[in-house]
């Protein structure tokens, strides 16, 4: 479960692409494909470190317009979707 | 010896290849030897194996149960042994199929199950699963003026430097009997693919391109309903580099050779040169005017 104050990190068996403005990432070990663009190719970028998501929400506020309710809400969602794929392992405090 | 070029690469081999084009000049010098021997049971120490195949040190094993042995070296050599009382043009579909398919990917080509031909100089592929269209529309196509390049096995040459590359296939279109008959293709048809299937080796209509052409655009084919529209679909990235994943010449063999990171990396160089699409259209051969109508439309639309 993915809340504010869990701790991501990109899995470690990770192939990476970018072209033009897409970023395609397979994890080889569950065989599963992921594409970003736009918001979600920033969001990679900025978790190439283990990131709270608090934190890394507070730096899409800074960047984009966008509330702190729905910023937070799109970023859990988004982020559930990569640990499902087996694109990020997450710690929970 | 028998001289072929098949993939782009000179092949001698001392069985004749009833799916092969044409022969080359007896004499030149040959890439690639494939020639029957003793081919062991197994390897000494593979590094992976699973239940009809072992690697090791850059050969590839490969038993198919009751029809023939392949042992496949390090990008240049095919040792095969045909077991006792089968056909010999049995073995060569294997032969010419998977075990080449092997060979192709030792020496580290981008290497895929799609039927290609020649638009305006450039190479046009199109991937599926089989059963989806491919060699029916290349031949359509190339009966259509567009120059046969590739059936099944189509292998892409990345360099790094400039668009890949697609060299001629070489080997002869396999279609099935109802397919050539609807192409008005019968007066082109070779021999039977194997006994008592209904499939047989065509030379494709027209001229097949003569060299390698660069890579411009790749489509995965989806079958319709006769009466849906024909529609293509522009692929984002991550789509693309999926679609050549699954159409992988084959699949399994990437994972099985640890090809992963390359086939990753290569998939996406080409890409950087190629427009990758889906094209769902109806199977049935009589919409085959309406959808090479509407490919050539989309070669004008993306500028080929």
Redesign the interface.
Known sequence: MLVLSSTIKRSGDLLQAQLANEVVVMSIEAGAYFGFADVGKRIWELIEQPTVIADLCTRLMSEYNVTAEVCEAETLGFLNDLERQGIIHVTNP | MWHYRISGLEVATDIRLPGAQSETSVGCTSEIIMRRAPVPESLNAPTSHGLDWAMADGCFLWRVPNVARFLISHGREILFAIEDGIDEGDAVIYLLGSAFGILLHQRGHLVLHASAVAVNGKAVLFCGPSGAGKSTLAAALAGAGRAFLNDDVCHIAVNGSGAPTVPPDGRLLKLWQNALTELALEDRKVAAVAKRLDKFYVFPPGEPAAEALPLAAIYGLHVADARQDIVIEKL????A??LL?HNAYRPLLVAEMRL??NF??DS?LA??YAGAFNLTCPADLTAMPRVIQRLEAHWQEIGL
């Not at chain 2, 984002?236 to 789509?239: G, H, T």
């Open positions: 984002d990235l991550a789509q580099v999926v994943r992963e990171p990753f990396g996406v890409l950087r």
